[in-house]
Every structure is written in C-alpha cells, then in structure tokens.
Nanobody, 120 residues
C-alpha cells in the first residue's frame, strides 16, 4: 500500500522561495515532481533516480529548483528558488518501482498534490 503525501505549498511573491516535501511509504526506484497549471497538461519538473546525483530537470526550472531525497526519513524535497508566476501550479510527487523520467506515464504512484501560487 504505497502512499505519497505532499506538503509545503503556499502563496509566495515572485522571487521568493518554497520547499515542498513528499513523505512516502514503500520502496521505490525513482521519484519525480510534476506540476499542472489550470488549463494545461501535467508537466514533468524533475526526477531523481537511485543515486541522489542522478537528476533530470526540465529546462524551465533548471538552476532554480533542486530535488533531494532523504532515504532515512522516507522523504523527498523540492527546493524552489526565484519563483516566477509561471511556476504557479499544483505540484505532485510521483514514484515508481522501475521507471525514471519526466513522463507522467512512467510513474505508478502519485500524491494528491499541493498548491503553489506565485503572485504579488
């Protein structure tokens, strides 16, 4: 009974920062963060493999967002800096037992999302 729960979303001004957390149960090979803005398709933000150094960021967040994981605490994080209005979306944590990538179809387990709003 795998489960993922996101937290840390909220309202922030442009240029600000937020840190999202995803606490999970179960054992997974890979994790990822996706986001979905109103009227848009779900977009891959970043994924991380077995190694904490094995990450793949979307071009839109590269250099601003950092994903990390803490295996001992069963938690993954997404540190978001220099946030922009275009970052506004519901952010989802995803995990999989085999796959790795920025395609939503690769992941079998999903959290319910946390809202991030970037606005003045």
């Amino acid at each position: 009974q795998a489960q993922l729960v996101e937290s840390g979303g909220g309202l922030v001004q442009p240029g600000g920062s937020l840190r999202l957390s995803c606490t999970y149960s179960g054992s997974f090979y890979s994790f990822a963060w996706f986001r979905q803005a109103p009227g848009k398709e779900r977009e891959g933000v970043v994924c991380i493999g077995r190694s904490a150094d094995s990450t793949w960021y979307s071009d839109s967040v590269k250099g601003r967002f950092t994903m990390s994981k803490d295996n001992a605490k069963n938690t993954v994080h997404l540190q978001m800096n220099n946030l922009k209005p275009d970052d506004t979306a519901v952010y989802y944590c995803a995990a999989d037992e085999r796959g790795w990538g920025l395609e939503a179809a690769f992941y079998d387990y999903w959290g319910q999302g946390t809202q991030v709003t970037v606005s003045s």
